[in-house]
């Protein structure tokens, strides 16, 4: 099971950056970071079989293209928003992970907006036919 894989490193690597973090602190968010990018690296067989599913689903349903692409930015932005603030947040810039939470979210809304819209329109549509 990859998870048990995933929990055995992140369970190693927090306690090597609490040892390592009493006399290097530098060091041990280095090895944070590592950690994070390896448990990364692990899950990115995991998130071409998402694509896959998702282009399945957008070939099945019909979907324009477009509102696929944007949907699956929509998702990457939120999970590297929420990576990068918890790095920053690991880091001990509080500050600046607040402050790419935001960025993600606002930029999530702007790309977000035209699905908004067409399904408004879809909704009004279907109310005026009524």
Known sequence: MDILRIAGIALLSVVAVLIVK??????????GISASVVILLLVIQQIAGILDAFADIAENTGLES????????????????????????????KSIADKVLLAGKVIILVLALPILLGLIEIVSSIINLA
Request: with cysteine.
């Open 22 to 31: 009493q006399h290097r602190s530098e060091i041990a968010m280095m090895i």
């Open 66 to 93: 477009a509102l696929y692409g944007s949907i699956l930015r929509i998702i990457g932005i939120g999970y590297i928003t929420e990576f990068t603030a918890n790095i920053c947040d690991d880091a001990g810039a």
